[in-house]
Each structure stands twice: as C-alpha cells, then as structure tokens.
C-alpha cells in the first residue's frame, strides 16, 4: 500500500485537504490514500474523525507499512477525494495532548515525577506518574504552574531532528534516524507524533482532579481547554443543586453536607433503638389481646408479604413470648422465612420443632429452646410449616 503523507505532522490546523487514493479494499470500507490530514489512534491520541468525499470515517488506523487506514461507513469508489476533519474533536485533543506535554514536564521539573504513560479518552485524560504519591499540595502547585506557562503563551513549534543529534529531550528516543520533536519554548522537548496547539495560551485552563493508585504509581486525571470549562460549569451547576437543598452558601457545603450526614446515622440509630422499645411494647399488647387457643396457648402468626425477619421482628416475637403460655411465629413471603418464638413455661423447644420441619420441606436453619429462624425453598411451604407446627 505504501508510505501515507502525514498532512498533520506539518500542519496540525489543516482541516480540509484533497489527495488520491492509493488503494481501496474490496469492500469499499478501507481506504489508503497517498496524504492525508485524518490522525490515526497513536501515543495516547484518539483518531480523527470526519469524512472523505462526505463518507463518514468512523476510525482511523495506522498499517504495518507506513500507511494510514480510513475505515468508511459506507464504499469509496476510488479516484481523487477530498478530505474533512471533524475539527472540534481534533482541537479537543490538541488541547489535550498540548496540556499533557506542558503537564508531564512541570511534574518532571517540580518534583521529579517522570510520566510513564498517558491517556487521552473521550471525556478525560490521565498522566502515569513514577511516583509513589502525589499529594494535593503537589496538585496545587502544578496546576498552577502549568496555567501560568499557559498565560505566558509560550510558543509550540515541531521540528525534524537525528535521533542521534537530538539532545535535551524529556524522554529519550527509542527509535533512531529522524525524529519529529514537539517543543513548548523553554519548557519541554519531547519526541510526538501527535497533534498540538500552536502556542499554550491555546491549550486553555488545565485542570488537575482524580488520583488514582495504579501498581506502584499515580495516575492523575486532567482536562484542558474547552473540556476544563465544560467541568467547571458542571462542578458549579452540582454544587449550586446542593447548595439550594441546604440553603447556603456553596463554600458552606461540605461542612454541611458532612453535618446532616452524621445527623442522618445518628437518627438511624435513634430510630432503630426507638422501634425495638415499639416492638417490645406492641409485643405485651398483642399478647393481651391474644385469645387462648384450644392447645391452652396464645399463638401469635405475623404474616409479612416481604421484607428480612430483622432485628424488630424478633423484638416483637421475644416481647410476645416472654409472657407465659404463649408462641409467636413470623413469616415472609419474598423471600419465603420463618421465624418461632416460644415461652420459656411451654417447655417447647424452638429450636428442636423446627430444624427437622424446615429439612423436610427442602429449607434449612435451626435455633435455641426460645427462638429458631430458617429459610425455605418455595412461600408455598410456609403454610405447611405453620400446619406441622401445630401449635
Ligand atoms: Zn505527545
């Protein structure tokens, strides 16, 4: 297929372009033609998107030989083409690989933390950094380190040098004979095929926010240019909500937030301790109002549609059998449980009655003299416990 002329590597601006094309596959999907302006996916960047002759390119690849790959949404005849950029998302990532470039050196420069790998997605982008920990003080002062050198609009020039001439690079080339350098004046010197702003004031805010420990290293999410506002503005719109629900200045909303938090669990807890009292109390009612069945006892059967036989449950069925006489069972349906209190003065024993009913009806659980819980296959054999049960 042969050598693609990479329009972008001299000119990253270059939006519409018209060049031949080289060779079609059978298909008519994969295009090669002999230049082109379109970025395949490489060193961290994300391929172009656009189209050729008005054909969507939906990806963009670089082949074994050299070549670059259009893949089409639909056939390419062959011919001449011209060519078009989808230059709002080409721009987003020159910001990004831009800021990347100026970010990776002010780390470097700071505080020795040399990048590892990089990232840059659809939404956000990542530096890998050879550290063990970076703190928000070290954020902090990158952050504003690299905003500076964006307002100072320090120029970006490419340039073609020998690797083995090549000096002052931040990372040393791997590969020899020509290289392509991207420098930012008096800041960075770096080996990149990639596509960049040509000067930083370009690049637009940059905006430090995740860590995130990855092996032995740190990984720290930025955004730059129109992605950084756009965060911005959403940042300000989710704290805005938040502070109308409190009422309050925005500064004032963590501290807030962390307030009704601890109030909220210690509700909880109050709540919580105040429907076991309820329980205990509903319990010696129920109990009262029992009527005394034929087998001499006060059988209370608490059929619940769903829900766990919590912590209240049992409160209840304890309170109820600590009365005399008296047996407390407790059912739910979603998902099928049973639960048996028994006085201490029926000489029944919970745990014993239940164990082998619930094995028989494919359940299983067990418990003591007073109480037993289990759980069972099917609501249907909760019925048939209650019957076997006999109580
Ligand atoms: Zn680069």
């Known amino acids: 297929m042969g050598v693609t002329a990479r329009l972008y590597y001299t000119d990253s601006y270059l939006k519409q372009f018209d060049a031949g094309v080289v060779s079609v596959s059978e298909d008519g999907l994969r295009a090669v033609l002999d230049r082109t302006a379109f970025y395949p996916a490489s060193g961290g960047q994300l391929h172009d998107l656009g189209t050729l002759d008005g054909i969507r390119v939906i990806e963009v690849v670089e082949g074994e030989d050299g070549s670059i790959v259009h893949v089409l949404e639909t056939p390419l005849a062959g011919g001449r083409v011209t060519g078009e950029i989808d230059w709002e998302r080409r721009f987003d990532f020159m910001q990004q690989h831009s800021g990347q470039h100026l970010l990776s050196a002010v780390f470097e420069a700071m505080y020795g933390f040399k990048t590892v790998s990089v990232h840059m997605g659809e939404t956000s982008s990542t530096v890998e950094l050879e550290t063990a920990a970076v703190t928000r003080d070290h954020l902090r002062a990158v952050e504003e380190s690299a905003n500076r050198a964006v307002f100072e609009n320090r120029p970006i020039t490419v340039g073609f040098e020998d690797a083995a001439e090549a000096a002052g690079l931040r990372k040393a080339a791997e590969r020899t004979g020509d290289l392509r350098i991207v420098s930012i004046d008096g800041c960075d010197r770096s080996a990149c095929g990639g596509t960049h702003v040509r ?16 092996r032995a290293n740190v990984r720290v999410e930025f955004l730059c240019g129109r992605r950084a506002m756009r965060r911005a503005r959403l940042d300000y719109e989710a704290l805005d909500a938040a502070a109308r629900v409190f009422n309050a200045q925005l500064d004032d909303v963590p501290a807030l937030a962390a307030s009704v938090a601890g109030q909220v669990k210690e509700a909880g807890k109050e709540r919580r301790k105040l429907g076991l009292e309820l329980a205990g109390l509903r319990g010696r009612q129920l109990w009262e109002s029992q009527a005394v069945s034929p087998t001499g006892r006060r059988v209370y059967i608490d059929e619940r549609a769903s829900g766990a036989l919590d912590d209240e449950v049992r409160a209840l069925a304890l309170s109820f059998t600590a009365q005399p006489g008296a047996a407390y069972i407790a059912t739910s349906l979603d998902p099928p449980a049973a639960l048996l209190a028994v006085s201490e003065d029926t000489g029944l024993h919970a ?21 037993a819980q289990g759980s ?4 249907d054999a909760l019925a048939a416990l209650i019957a076997k049960l006999g109580l």
């Not at 745990?351 to 109480?371: A, D, H, I, V």
């Not at 069972?376 to 609501?379: D, E, G, I, V």
């Open 199 to 214: 000067a930083t004031g370009e690049i637009g805010p940059v905006v430090l926010r995740r860590l995130d420990k990855i």
């Open 351 to 371: 745990g014993n009655l239940m164990k082998p009913l619930l094995s028989e009806l494919g359940g299983r659980g067990g418990g003591n003299n007073r109480t």
């Open 376 to 379: 069972l296959p099917a609501k």
